[in-house]
T-cell receptor, first 113, second 114 residues
Framework: DSGVTQTPKHLITATGQRVTLRCSPR?????VYWYQQSLDQGLQFLIQ???????AKGNILERFSAQQFPDLHSELNLSSLELGDSALYFC????????????FGQGTRLTVV | SQQGEEDPQALSIQEGENATMNCSYK?????LQWYRQNSGRGLVHLIL?????REKHSGRLRVTLDTSKKSSSLLITASRAADTASYFC??????????????FGQGTILTVHP
């Protein structure tokens, strides 16, 4: 158990809908990362937050948004869902970010039908 | 494009053999990390090597780093069937607007046959 909790584990939704994925980092970790993993694109970095502030942004679509709350949990919002958004979404956390390892949650498997 | 690129994409060996995976990256790094992922599960951190280190060991794992060639290798000795997984290298971008971005390569799929 990495200490990072992601909910829900599985999500099936229709095209055009909006979903929210939740991540609770390990106790004491200030940095949260979001990744999308699909078979054809590999593990894609989406966005990173550090202590509530956005730190780095990757190939995150405009239909996607995220935030980190004062209690350090984070949410990834995916809207106007398309079939191609079906993927595993991982959250990871680390103490600081640069010189430390990241701990991954078990992921949320999103299926858009 | 990915910061790290693993080679080979897939590796199939027999139990007891050694497995070597390579990673090349493009920009300056602070450290390089290796992770393991069992099918459909979250990634698990294996080892971190800093840019001023050349070699690091952890159990049956040996990691080398050559910053002049921008490459790293992961050696798993005396492999076991339980080592079957995907292995990723990861680097953190330094500088610019993506400071702290932890990026992963495409991974090497290792299959160890009993």
């Amino acid at each position: 158990d990495s200490g990072v909790t992601q909910t829900p584990k599985h999500l099936i939704t229709a095209t055009g809908q909006r979903v929210t994925l939740r991540c609770s980092p390990r106790s004491g970790d200030l940095s949260v990362y979001w990744y999308q993993q699909s078979l054809d694109q590999g593990l894609q970095f989406l966005i990173q937050y550090y202590n509530g502030e956005e730190r780095a942004k990757g190939n995150i679509l405009e239909r996607f948004s995220a935030q980190q709350f004062p209690d350090l949990h984070s949410e990834l919002n995916l809207s106007s869902l398309e079939l191609g958004d079906s993927a595993l979404y991982f959250c990871a956390s680390s103490v600081a970010g640069v010189n430390t390892e990241a701990f991954f949650g078990q992921g949320t498997r999103l299926t858009v039908v | 494009s990915q910061q790290g690129e693993e080679d080979p994409q897939a590796l199939s060996i027999q139990e007891g053999e050694n497995a070597t995976m390579n990673c090349s990256y493009k920009t300056s790094i602070n450290n390089l990390q290796w992770y393991r992922q069992n099918s459909g599960r979250g990634l698990v951190h294996l080892i971190l090597i800093r840019s001023n280190e050349r070699e690091k060991h952890s159990g049956r794992l040996r990691v080398t780093l050559d910053t002049s060639k921008k490459s790293s290798s992961l050696l798993i000795t005396a492999s076991r069937a339980a080592d079957t997984a995907s292995y990723f290298c990861a680097t953190i971008v330094l500088g610019g607007t993506s400071y702290g971005k932890l990026t992963f390569g495409q991974g090497t799929i290792l299959t160890v046959h009993p």
